[in-house]
């Protein structure tokens, strides 16, 4: 793996509501911005599974969700 890259072999989201073309995109934002915020101390780790329940207020605006979920799993691995 080359230094400034996060590689996630896996995710799954469930959102209701949300299309498949809608959860491509927010899953592509979640990954890139877990790649800017995550520490370089943790680049290097490898981990076989990890499973995060990521609590999101009702009527959180969509924009917001890729933030919120980046946030609490990179708060996570901490």
Known sequence: MQPD???I???QLNIPGLGQEAANILGRDVVRRIGQKLPSKLRDARL???QIKV???PGTPR???AEI???Q???SLQ
């Open 73 to 75: 799993i990179c708060r």
């Open 5 to 7: 890259r996060v590689q």
């Open 63 to 65: 924009e917001l969700l």
């Open 9 to 11: 072999e896996q995710m």
């Open 55 to 57: 609590n999101i207020p």
């Open 69 to 71: 979920i980046s946030e």
């Open 48 to 50: 076989s599974n990890l």
